[in-house]
């Protein structure tokens, strides 16, 4: 077998040095930008946490009250769907309340079909278009 002869390439060990000169000289000069730019990033990564954590919650929510307002529907007690019963939310309200969840989205949806059966075409295409369809069978 062959054996290779490691060589020391002192050119090489002056570039890296070069670089890491280099390198530090920028941070040095540009510490309160880079840390204020670092900071600012934390604190925007936090925000979307702690908002995707609240959303997911609210979500929670109107699905656990959207639940009455489907059975209301399979039932075709729609004015019920619709409106809800004093104890559980109709679509209208979901819709109304939790806005960005996803449940909210369906629930625009499920006012819309609630139109749909009384007759009110225009309120329906409303609540219809209003529907972002990110469900690919829905949608």
């Given at each position: 077998?062959?054996?290779?002869?490691?060589?020391?390439?002192?050119?090489?060990?002056?570039?890296?040095?070069?670089?890491?000169?280099?390198?530090?000289?920028i941070?040095?000069?540009?510490?309160?930008?880079?840390?204020?730019?670092?900071?600012?990033?934390?604190?925007?990564?936090?925000?979307?946490?702690?908002?995707?954590?609240?959303?997911?919650?609210?979500?929670?929510?109107?699905?656990?009250?959207?639940?009455?307002?489907?059975?209301?529907?399979?039932?075709?007690?729609?004015?019920?769907?619709?409106?809800?019963?004093?104890?559980?939310?109709?679509?209208?309200?979901?819709?109304?309340?939790?806005?960005?969840?996803?449940?909210?989205?369906?629930?625009?949806?499920?006012?819309?079909?609630?139109?749909?059966?009384l007759?009110n075409?225009?309120?329906?295409?409303?609540?219809?278009?209003?529907?972002?369809?990110?469900?690919?069978?829905?949608?």
């Amino acid at each position: 077998m062959a054996k290779t002869k490691k060589e020391d390439n002192p050119q090489g060990i002056k570039n890296v040095e070069q670089t890491l000169t280099n390198t530090k000289q920028i941070l040095e000069d540009n510490y309160k930008p880079f840390f204020i730019v670092l900071g600012v990033l934390v604190v925007l990564i936090g925000l979307f946490w702690l908002g995707k954590m609240y959303i997911g919650k609210k979500n929670d929510e109107a699905q656990s009250q959207m639940y009455q307002a489907q059975k209301y529907l399979e039932l075709d007690s729609i004015s019920l769907a619709l409106n809800g019963d004093g104890n559980y939310l109709g679509f209208l309200d979901i819709a109304k309340e939790y806005k960005f969840t996803s449940a909210g989205n369906l629930a625009k949806y499920g006012a819309g079909i609630c139109y749909l059966h009384l007759g009110n075409y225009e309120e329906e295409i409303d609540f219809l278009k209003k529907y972002s369809k990110k469900d690919k069978v829905l949608g």
